[in-house]
């Protein structure tokens, strides 16, 4: 922790609020931060308001969000500027790599301005509309000068869109290319190995379901819990330390019944390559929906 230091800060866009920010992206040679619309309002806190269920998180009326990229060596923030065409809800990011001169940014989002207000609502109807609209996108940002001022066009893997940077105004704008919105998906995760890098997996929840999506070709293989019920939490890829390829490894998740009191839990072992099961561990205890999970090993380090 002696070692730590900053090496660069991003003003916010909005005086007064504190911005959300669940994650970041990197690739070999930058950090990618994404400015949502949503904010908290500081004054609440200094009133000592009581927060309702979205703790406090404003939507800024009229904005979108704001993508920066900052050198991860020097700290310095790249003299490019790109917002969306529309607001969107950035939970996770997927995935960030280089690639033709441009940096490449999968994220897990939701389309428009109501996520925040879902938050309020009862868990059961929360979590089935925060399902029912994610959706995985990919925004492509130029890192050459040379595109700017010019419109891009990209084919689509699955859902027929195309991500367009436009020009105007002194602003560049894209849209979105997704590559995942047949159904719901949350909590994605790839093999540790890809991380910054060009990849072909990604693996995420849906409802009782982990999905195995491939962002290449649009395919999908599903493994489902014994009902609906039944539901996995996020995926930990582990990697085969002698593997030679992407998907060879083991996905870890717990499985817990979501009916009534949490009061079931096992932890499934999944081949990601075929995803079938490989083992299952019944736990003695409940294991709590929503935790996060991590593995360590030095074959993982």
Known sequence: MNNLKVIGTIPSRFPNHIGFFHAYGMTENYLIFCEQPFGFDVRHFGNNQRLSGDYGMEY?????????????????????????????????????YEYDNHVVIDVMGFEGTDFSSSMRS???????????????????????????????????????DSSIMSHGSNRNILRPQYLFCES???????????NSRKYQYTYGQSGNSIIKFDVEKGHTLIWRGENEFWRPFRSMFVPNPSGRYEDDGILITCVSTSRGDCTESYMIFIDAHSMKEVSCVHLDSPFPMGSSDSFYSPYCM
Not at 138 to 148: A, D, E, H, K, N
Not at 184 to 194: A, R
Request: glycine fraction near 4%; aromatic fraction near 20%.
């Open 122 to 160: 009862s868990p059961s109807r929360f979590f089935r509309e925060r399902y029912s609209s994610s959706k995985i996108m990919r925004f492509r940002i130029p890192l050459s000068t040379s595109y700017r001022g010019m419109e891009l066009t990209y084919s689509s893997s699955s859902c027929r």
């Open 184 to 194: 719901e998906l949350m909590y994605p995760c790839i093999n540790p190995n890809y």
């Open 60 to 96: 800024m009326q009229g904005e979108s969000n704001y993508f920066y990229i900052m050198d991860k060596r020097t700290g310095r923030r790249l003299e490019l500027s790109y917002m969306t065409d529309k607001p969107y809800f950035f939970y996770n990011f997927v995935n960030c």
